[in-house]
Every structure is written in C-alpha cells, then in structure tokens.
C-alpha cells in the first residue's frame, strides 16, 4: 500500500509549483457599448452618358404667298418681249431714261417675257436699271429665262403672273478663231459668268457654291417656287395693261443695205 501512497504523495506536492495556462477568456461586452456591424457595400453602378442626339436641320418655315393687284399706268409702263440682244437693249434703255428723267417719283412698269440671249447686253440693262432714280416694278408675263431672270432681279419689286416661271442656269458660249484667240474667248467668258453667277447669288440671298448647286441642272421656279426663293415677292392678280401695237413686219431689204464690219 505504501507503494502506491508515496508517489502519489509526491505527485500532490509538487502541483502548486506547475504553472497552469488560464484559458482565453472573451471579455463581455460592455453596457454602454453598441456594437456596429459593418455596412454591406453598394454595388458600384457605372452610368453611361446618354448618346448626344443626332442635330437635325430646322425647318425652313415657308413663306407666305403674297398676291397683290397691280395697275400700271399705261404711259410709264415699258414691255421687253423677244431676246435680250444688242438691238432690243438700245430701244428699252432709251426708253427706260426717258420715263425716269420725266419723273422720278411715279414708279416706272416693266413687263417682261424673255427666253434671255445676249450676257454683255443684258449687263448693260442692269446697269442702267441700278442707275434710276424712279421706282421699278416688273411683272413676269409668261417666263423670264437665263439673262432674263437676271434682269428681273435688279427690278424694285418683282411680281409674277399665276402660271409663269422663271430659268437660272449656266451661261453658254460660241467660239470661233485660231486656238489662242479661242483661248481668249473663253476666259473673257468665263469671267463674265463669273460676274453673273456672283450678282444672282447676292439677289437671292445664297452664296456662290449654293447658287451654282441649283443650277446645275438648270434651275426652274414656278411663281411660287420664286417666292419661296427670294427671286420674287408675290403674285399679281387681274393683271391687265395695255398692249403696245404690234411691230411693223421687217423689211427684208433692210439687210441689203447694211455694211459688214
């Protein structure tokens, strides 16, 4: 028994010596404290801007179509019918000044009905229409075409008959002569449509590129096609003017008499 006892005995006295590990204790929380969980994140939504919207052209709001009633005075209304060439530009010019130095303040009538012709005579009527001092009002009878579309344009005020129209295009030329006079031609051709091409587009409000774009293909306006495009301002209604009497026939002997130069 004593062998058991002893070491046993040993075992008991050697305890308090033996340095036990306390086991972790977890501190309770205190009172006061408020314990936070932590926020769960946001997920992270990217926003793409929205696509820009395509511009769109405004509108071009039409222009209200004008009719007015015109009633010329027969003694100061000048009709140009027939081409524009150098025999026809002397007659209306002469009779163009004439009414403008028998008076200024009453407005001068002008009745055009052209297919056009000649650019240099043409120019020449332009100039001297700049150069009144009365006020002008033209009337498209039935259709004022190339040279006399820009005619037309120099007028004061410029009305249209229902179911006429009017021709803006490329000018055209004939050559003829040695190749460097040909060459020279052309050039002086070309700077005279050059001017033409400039002083329409200036009247209708467009820029030369614009201008020549439309004319391509040549460019026909009905009345209201006109109005709508700054070549004229309104329609007139009931136009009724006296009609100048007819020429007198050509002679064809006239010709026999005429000296080449």
């Known amino acids: 028994m004593k062998k058991f006892l002893l070491p046993l005995l040993a075992i008991l006295l050697l305890m308090p010596s033996i340095a036990m590990?306390?086991?972790?204790?977890?501190?309770?929380?205190?009172?006061?404290?408020?314990?936070?969980?932590?926020p769960t994140p946001l997920p992270v939504v990217t926003l793409e801007p929205a696509p820009s919207p395509t511009p769109v052209a405004p509108s071009l709001k039409p222009k209200v179509i004008k009719h007015v009633s015109v009633t010329p005075d027969p003694d100061r209304t000048l009709f140009f019918k027939g081409e524009v060439n150098d025999k026809s530009a002397d007659k209306f010019i002469i009779d163009l000044n004439s009414l403008d130095e028998a008076d200024q303040s009453k407005p001068i009538f002008i009745v055009i009905n052209s297919p056009g012709g000649s650019l240099e005579a043409g120019f020449r009527i332009e100039n001297n229409m700049?150069?009144?001092?009365?006020?002008?009002?033209?009337?498209?009878?039935?259709?004022?075409?190339?040279?006399?579309?820009?005619?037309?344009?120099?007028?004061?005020?410029?009305y249209m008959e229902p179911h006429t129209s009017l021709m803006f295009h490329y000018g055209s030329i004939a050559i003829q002569g040695s190749r460097y006079e040909a060459a020279e031609q052309m050039r002086h051709a070309l700077d005279q449509f050059d001017q033409f091409d400039e002083d329409n587009a200036k009247h209708l409000g467009l820029t030369l590129k614009a201008y020549r774009a439309k004319i391509d293909h040549d460019w026909w306006l009905t009345e209201t096609q006109a109005i709508q495009n700054n070549a004229a301002d309104a329609i007139v209604d009931n136009f009724r003017v006296k009609q100048p009497p007819p020429l007198p026939p050509a002679n064809p002997f006239d010709d026999l008499f005429k000296v080449p130069f």
């Open 21 to 38: 590990a306390p086991a972790p204790v977890t501190p309770a929380p205190s009172p006061i404290e408020t314990v936070v969980a932590a």
């Open 130 to 158: 700049d150069a009144l001092r009365a006020p002008t009002v033209c009337i498209v009878e039935n259709g004022a075409y190339s040279m006399a579309s820009g005619i037309f344009l120099h007028c004061g005020s410029r």
